[in-house]
């Protein structure tokens, strides 16, 4: 079954008539930087469809909304939703950057790095320091950047990214003082 898709205009058409439901499955960090005034936060890593579902007090049946920066991890949280047997889920195009641009409203926090740029950061690091340790210290050190290599083109396969996974559960990934539920 694929994912059912929304824009934010279009959702945002519906929510004139009524209340809708949306989880926006970014880390803590990056909701509190910025968010739709309408978004819940419930991180990927820590989802659960069914403790959701069942935290939805009779609603089950409604769509439930689900957003992140550009709509991959929604996409993901999704199909996480999906195979647990829930298929009333909705992925926002474009994510959190389409509604803010679509000029919705939106509740602006304390600027963070980006997840994605995280990941770069990491993985130029890490070759880099392989590749020097290879030509300066001993040869074997190249297999660091060999294995973040393999690591990348394994992301870019699968688009799963473990170092994206393991960067969200540090600690400045984390936020503090989050309005609307920063995790359940």
Not at 165 to 178: D, E, H, Y
Request: hydrophobic fraction near 45%; proline fraction near 4%; charged fraction near 15%.
């Amino acid at each position: 079954m694929s994912v059912k898709t929304i824009s934010p205009q279009e959702l945002n058409k519906l929510m004139q008539n009524g209340s809708c439901e949306v989880i926006d499955v970014r880390t803590p960090a990056e909701f509190q930087e910025i968010h739709a005034t309408v978004a819940t936060n419930i991180p990927l890593d820590r989802l659960s469809p069914k403790d959701v579902m069942e935290a939805r007090n009779g609603s089950a049946g409604n769509p439930l909304y689900v957003i992140c920066k550009s709509g991959n991890r929604a996409g993901k949280a999704c199909d996480k939703f999906i195979a647990a047997g829930y298929d009333n889920v909705v992925n926002i195009e474009g994510g959190t950057q389409a509604w803010a641009d679509a000029g919705l409203p939106v509740v602006r926090g304390k600027k963070v790095m980006s997840l994605e740029r995280q990941v770069r950061i990491t993985a130029g690091f890490l070759v880099l320091v392989g590749a020097l340790l290879g030509m300066f210290v001993h040869p074997y050190f190249a297999g660091l950047s060999a294995f973040v290599g393999a690591g990348l083109m394994f992301a870019g396969i699968t688009d799963t990214c473990g170092m994206a996974m393991l960067l969200a559960k540090m600690p400045w990934n984390q936020a503090t003082g989050c309005s609307n539920s920063c995790s359940k």
